[in-house]
């Protein structure tokens, strides 16, 4: 099998090609639910394997975008796909690209907004770094936590990949809201 490469998508090149492409938001579902480009399924990138045949049908009828907030998770969910034999292209910029050029964002009905997976991972890693720091001067030893989280940190980048993002996605504000769309409605939904 052949690994498909595709060029990232614009937002300019994206907007005349949004009726024929498939807009696959890889996004946590609290995430998508606080605002998405109108049209995309919410596929969390943690059960994009799960969603692989469907999307392989939905590239054939006419290709696939995918979305997340910034493009860092799309770029992976696109490399997850070509290693499938499913050709997609990501979002430069992700939905804040879109958001930022005037363009509308969707929103399911009672959502409240969630703070993007970057920025709670931030919070986190920086109370647990400020934690152990200030845990070490009654325990000594507890800076240790912050070398670990640190250390994480410089494994994420170097892997692009991020295991504290992927544990704080599971967490009850990050799954899918009453009124949103679950995988099993998605996927039926991508086969229509």
Do not use: K
């Not at 152990?132 to 001067?137: M, R, S, W």
């Not at 994480?152 to 799954?175: E, K, S």
């Amino acid at each position: 099998m052949t690994t498909p490469t595709t060029a990232p998508l614009t937002v300019e090149q994206l907007l005349p090609r949004l009726q024929r492409l498939t807009v696959i938001d890889v996004r946590s579902p609290g995430e998508y639910a606080a605002g998405h480009i109108p049209g995309a399924h919410n596929i969390p990138l943690d059960r994009l394997d799960d969603a692989v045949p469907a999307l392989r049908r939905a590239a054939g009828r006419g290709g696939l975008a995918v979305v997340c907030a910034t493009g860092n998770r799309s770029r992976t969910a696109c490399g997850t796909l070509a290693a499938a034999g499913v050709a997609a292209r990501s979002l430069t910029g992700g939905t804040s690209a879109w958001a930022g050029s005037g363009h509308p964002l969707d929103r399911v009905a009672g959502a409240r907004a969630v703070w993007g997976m970057e920025r709670q991972v931030r919070l986190a890693a920086g109370s647990l770094v400020l934690l152990g720091v200030l845990a070490d001067l009654v325990l000594p030893g507890a800076r240790w936590l912050a070398a670990a989280v640190g250390a994480g940190l410089a494994f994420a980048a170097v892997t692009d990949t991020c295991a504290m993002g992927a544990v704080l996605g599971r967490l009850p504000h990050n799954r899918p809201r009453r009124g949103a769309p679950d995988l099993d409605s998605v996927l039926a939904a991508l086969d229509r």
